[in-house]
């Protein structure tokens, strides 16, 4: 397979969606980002622990690894897949079928990073992710991740505004995502494909119709989460 940078996951109801997978050189320069945050950090906290002397030491060992195996599996797993770092590069991380970061999914890659920074500098997680169809390192194969970029398409206000109506079907935790994922990335959809999309949840509507519909209930879930 060769490597694309688009990757089409499908949902349950039939609808597709588009993600577009992060390379090496985003993931590594958010990487960057991080390390230079988390540095920072332990460099601040040396200076104010070493008032402490033996004690403090021992405490600014305990708040490096912390640092090293908690900071990025925290914020992933609390701040919708990002770090700082993966923040300033607009990169997240999801799962496969682009559902959000578990904290398991989050655990799972982050202890699997030293495997991926074999033999030095990351080596074996560069080659790994050069060499995936899907830009995975070996932490994202076995929790079965995906870093993203995170697109922001302009909408209009027609498509926020306007009536929210509750589905007259009970919603399962997939429909929920579904429309989640309707919500955020229908602006990358022409009008026509928003309308096909749509009548799958409504084929007994008018494509015109199933659009109004299908926006006034995601419009309702939306705020019902608010």
């Given at each position: 397979?060769?490597?694309?940078?688009?990757?089409?996951?499908?949902?349950?109801?039939?609808?597709?969606?588009?993600?577009?997978?992060?390379?090496?050189?985003?993931?590594?320069?958010?990487?960057?980002?991080?390390?230079?945050?988390?540095?920072?950090?332990?460099?601040v906290l040396a200076i104010v622990l070493s008032l402490l002397g033996?004690?403090?030491?021992?405490?600014?060992?305990?708040?490096?690894?912390?640092?090293?195996?908690?900071?990025?599996?925290?914020?992933?797993?609390?701040?919708?897949?990002?770090?700082?770092?993966?923040?300033?590069?607009?990169?997240?991380?999801?799962?496969?079928?682009?559902?959000?970061?578990?904290?398991?999914?989050?655990?799972?890659?982050?202890?699997?990073?030293?495997?991926?920074?074999?033999?030095?500098?990351?080596?074996?997680?560069?080659?790994?992710?050069?060499?995936?169809?899907?830009?995975?390192?070996?932490?994202?194969?076995?929790?079965?991740?995906?870093?993203?970029?995170?697109?922001?398409?302009?909408?209009?206000?027609?498509?926020?505004?306007?009536?929210?109506?509750?589905?007259?079907?009970?919603?399962?935790?997939?429909?929920?995502?579904?429309?989640?994922?309707?919500?955020?990335?229908?602006?990358?959809?022409?009008?026509?494909?928003?309308?096909?999309?749509?009548?799958?949840?409504?084929?007994?509507?008018?494509?015109?119709?199933?659009?109004?519909?299908?926006?006034?209930v995601t419009r309702y879930l939306i705020e019902g989460a608010q």
């Amino acid at each position: 397979m060769l490597i694309d940078e688009r990757f089409e996951v499908e949902t349950p109801e039939g609808a597709m969606l588009s993600l577009s997978l992060a390379g090496p050189v985003t993931r590594a320069m958010a990487y960057g980002i991080d390390l230079i945050l988390r540095l920072i950090i332990f460099a601040v906290l040396a200076i104010v622990l070493s008032l402490l002397g033996k004690m403090g030491i021992g405490l600014l060992l305990i708040i490096g690894f912390a640092l090293e195996w908690f900071y990025p599996t925290l914020f992933e797993a609390l701040r919708h897949g990002q770090t700082p770092g993966k923040k300033a590069m607009g990169i997240a991380v999801v799962h496969a079928n682009g559902s959000p970061l578990s904290f398991n999914g989050s655990l799972i890659r982050n202890l699997l990073r030293t495997a991926d920074a074999f033999p030095l500098f990351y080596l074996l997680g560069f080659v790994t992710t050069l060499s995936s169809p899907r830009y995975q390192r070996l932490g994202d194969m076995a929790a079965n991740t995906l870093v993203v970029h995170i697109e922001k398409t302009e909408t209009t206000s027609t498509q926020h505004n306007g009536p929210a109506n509750p589905p007259d079907w009970p919603l399962s935790s997939q429909d929920q995502l579904a429309l989640l994922a309707f919500h955020e990335r229908q602006g990358q959809f022409s009008e026509a494909r928003q309308q096909e999309l749509a009548q799958l949840a409504f084929p007994e509507l008018s494509p015109p119709l199933a659009l109004q519909r299908l926006r006034s209930v995601t419009r309702y879930l939306i705020e019902g989460a608010q």
